[in-house]
């Protein structure tokens, strides 16, 4: 059972362009939601996070979108540039009991066309 | 150190050997963790140390796999009689609070495991 499926596969948006990536997740009790980016040869980098008290969070171009009821979150790169081609992978983790031990996406290849 | 380190970054092995994979956590880091990274698939969690504590092994896919963390500082990852479908990269990560579910894990480059 996976308990959290990300969306698409790959994307390919043009240079300025929305990118949007979504994930959905199944155990209710996840209450950490983070993005990590990851470039070739190189391990994943946290991006942006966001528990579920909150519907949005903004960090520069970037917007994480938290929909509780639907068990769905997204992120949004506004502007997308060539050099946010990575592969973006979602997470969720219990922040209690799983101590940082987070449950993955399969991850979405990026590639932002100038 | 500057952050997360792993060695070898690349591995090539023959089916039935064992292999060790290193990782150097960043200073202070109480929290370690190893996960499986499979091509196109997401990261799969393995192990998990937090201070003295003993480990989280939850994730091991079988009794091949190990793992131990010397002196609360220097992983290393164990993988007796490898298989075909052992070869992923695995990625180790660290963090600074032991327990800590929302602090920021620091991951390394990665160990490219390849059994022929």
């Known amino acids: 059972q996976q308990q959290v499926k990300q969306s698409p596969q790959s994307l390919i948006v043009q240079k300025g362009g929305i990118s949007i990536i979504n994930c959905a997740y199944e155990?209710?009790?996840?209450?950490?939601f983070p993005w990590y980016q990851q470039f070739p040869g190189k391990g994943p980098a946290l991006l942006i996070a966001?528990?579920?008290?909150?519907s949005e969070k903004k960090e520069g171009r970037f917007t994480i979108s938290f929909n509780k009821s639907a068990k769905q979150f997204s992120l949004h790169i506004m502007d997308s540039q060539p050099g946010d081609s990575a592969t973006y992978f979602c997470?969720?983790?219990?922040?209690?009991?799983?101590?940082?031990?987070?449950?993955f996406g399969d991850g979405t290849t990026l590639t932002v066309k100038p | 150190g500057a952050g997360v380190s792993q060695s070898p970054s690349n591995k090539v092995t023959e089916k039935g050997k064992d292999v060790e994979l290193r990782c150097d956590p960043i200073?202070?880091?109480?929290?370690l963790y190893w996960y499986r990274q499979s091509l196109g698939q997401g990261l799969e969690f393995l192990i998990y140390?937090?201070?003295?504590?003993?480990?989280?092994k939850s994730g091991l896919p079988s009794d091949r796999f190990s793992a131990e963390r010397t002196g609360g500082s220097v992983s290393t990852l164990t993988i007796q009689r490898t298989q075909q479908e052992d070869s992923a990269v695995y990625l180790c990560?660290?963090?600074?609070?032991?327990?800590?579910?929302?602090?920021?894990?620091?991951f390394g480059p990665g160990t490219r495991l390849t059994v022929l």
């Open positions: 990560a660290s963090s600074r609070l032991a327990g800590g579910g929302t602090d920021t894990q620091y």
């Open positions: 155990n209710t009790a996840f209450d950490y």
């Open positions: 966001i528990r579920p008290d909150v």
């Open positions: 997470a969720a983790s219990i922040i209690d009991t799983n101590a940082g031990k987070s449950t």
């Open positions: 200073s202070g880091h109480t929290a």
């Open positions: 140390f937090q201070g003295n504590s003993a480990p989280d």
